[in-house]
């Protein structure tokens, strides 16, 4: 057998490290993951419940209920991606019934791959939560407040051209009227009623 020579001796170790490291690499990454999912958790709570932007109640009746259920779906996303981060991290505690150094490699490597396929999963619930979030927000941001129903015009009684005459103010043309009477003539009276004799 020959000798290795320095270059694939280097590379030969690099690889044997990158394949036991590879738990831990991937639950390094996912702790950080996890992190970063708490953390827009907690910002997501805080600008959701105490934000500048208008309450649910005050949005429009017919966007609501999708914006009250969105706003359900991506924090539940979001829970569940920290969820996953963190069992990628190996904050969950696993068994192992390796009994030698070959079971031990296998059940690892196992553990690698199932850590990398949470730690996916993840973020792609986390991306998902995100684009939920922003839509929401644009929404929310775009429709604004519900705008009140317009008040009926008040009734009045007015004396033009020394007839009386009851019913809605209007305005129409640019003039105003009362019972289709122009308010352009001789008025001499006009006040507001509850309701016309």
Known sequence: MSA???DEEF????????????????????????????AILA????????????ELGE?????QWPVKMATLLA??????????????SGNFVERSNANSWQSLQRATNAQAETAAAHLTSA?????????????????????????APAEPAPEVIAV???AAVCGQLNLAGGRLSVDSKSLTGAVSFLAVVDSCP
């Open 160 to 162: 033009i051209n020394g």
């Open 43 to 54: 910002a997501f709570g805080t600008v959701s419940f105490a934000g500048g932007l208008p």
């Open 123 to 147: 973020k792609k619930y986390g991306a998902a939560t995100a684009g939920i979030a922003l839509l929401g927000t644009a929404v929310i941001f775009l429709a604004g407040e519900a705008t």
């Open 4 to 6: 290795m020579e320095p």
């Open 75 to 88: 924090a539940g996303m979001m829970v569940r991606a920290t969820i996953l981060a963190s069992r990628a």
């Open 11 to 38: 590379w030969t170790k690099k690889l044997a490290e990158g394949r036991q490291g590879q738990l831990e690499a991937v639950r390094k990454a996912a702790a950080m993951w996890s992190a970063l999912f708490s």
């Open 59 to 63: 949005l429009h009746p017919v966007l």
